[in-house]
């Protein structure tokens, strides 16, 4: 997904059209959504704040969308989700589009301090919605306390008066927009660092490592997988396995292991990184360190090119500004 599809997706909230918003609630240790009914005047209110965070965060932001899996140190970037499995928070983001059975929040000063996160769902009646996730920080829940004194202004909007109830501030921004087009649901992350905070993706992604490791296994281009494995442990490291093999033209493609060995034989820089070794009268490529690791995973990418202009070789991710 590129910014200007997204932006197609929901800036109808931003238009004068019919629109209806649906609002749910998690509370700390549980993943089940709850609907909070919430009444007409902020209905439209939060409306207001939704179309103002689609605006500043989205439209007017310059920023482009990358795939989860390929994210670095770059910065000024979302991030499309492209792992395999999800948490059960983000699943419940399409979960409650259309879903009238999920069970009502008892709302009460108790109860609302427990929320810790919310889910809107922006729906404009005719077939088009998305929903967002945000995290609700300690300073947008705003109790009352022994050691704290809230005020608001009471009668006849001339009298200060004390206030009972908690209160939960509600501004522009957001963690997670999820949007659907042709039944395939997409998941952008706005700010990255606070939905890995709190999901536990580290894991997710170690996982999907994992199960990419077992098909370069398969392959039989390696003796030996147990140095992948152990660089896998870093998230750096995993997250570009990750993202190196959903779109591998070498293992999508089945390449010839014989194909390989014989490019790499034919590459005096690349052989250099990649040695070939014989065991029992078969040839492996051998992976001794960190740098061979992620040569072995360019490879794998088919990220060494030739110019046909120039007569040089060159990576295709050097032509990538980081």
Excluded: W
């Excluded at 072995?296 to 990220?303: H, I, Q, R, V």
């Amino acid at each position: 997904m590129n910014k200007e599809e997204l932006i197609n997706r929901v800036n109808f909230v931003l238009g004068d059209g019919h629109k209806e918003l649906q609002l749910f609630g998690f509370v700390s240790n549980d993943d089940n959504p709850y609907r909070i009914s919430i009444s007409t005047t902020l209905e439209a209110k939060l409306l207001g704040v939704i179309a103002e965070g689609i605006k500043t965060l989205i439209i007017d932001n310059n920023y482009e969308i990358i795939s989860f899996s390929t994210a670095d140190e770059r910065k000024n970037r979302y991030y499309e989700y492209d792992l395999d499995d999800k948490p059960e928070r983000m699943y419940c983001m399409s979960t409650v589009i259309g879903n009238h059975s999920v069970e009502e929040f008892n709302l009460n000063p108790q109860t609302i301090t427990t929320l810790d996160a919310l889910i809107f769902l922006i729906s404009d009646g005719d077939g088009k919605a998305f929903t967002v996730y945000k995290v609700l920080s300690s300073v947008e829940k705003v109790v009352k306390s022994s050691k704290t004194l809230l005020a608001r202004i009471g009668i006849g909007n001339s009298i200060l008066d004390e206030e009972q109830q908690p209160i939960i501030k509600i501004g522009p921004k957001f963690q997670i927009i999820f949007t659907e087009s042709d039944n395939e649901g997409t998941y952008v992350f706005l700010e990255s660092s606070i939905v890995e905070s709190k999901f536990d993706l580290k894991q997710i992604l170690s996982n999907q490592a994992a199960r990419d490791i077992g098909i370069i296994q398969n392959t039989n281009l390696l003796n030996d997988i147990t140095k992948l494995q152990h660089y896998a442990q870093k998230a750096s490291f995993s997250r570009k396995l990750v993202g190196v093999m959903r779109s591998s033209k070498v293992i999508k493609d089945s390449i010839p292991k014989n194909r390989v060995l014989k490019f790499i034989e034919n590459d005096e820089e690349l052989k250099t990184k990649l040695r070939i070794k014989i065991k029992d009268e078969e040839a492996f490529i051998e992976i001794n360190n960190i740098e061979s690791a992620k040569a072995f995973l360019d490879l794998l990418n088919d990220e060494y090119l030739y110019s046909s202009l120039t007569d040089q070789k060159y990576q295709a991710v050097a032509k990538d500004e980081r």
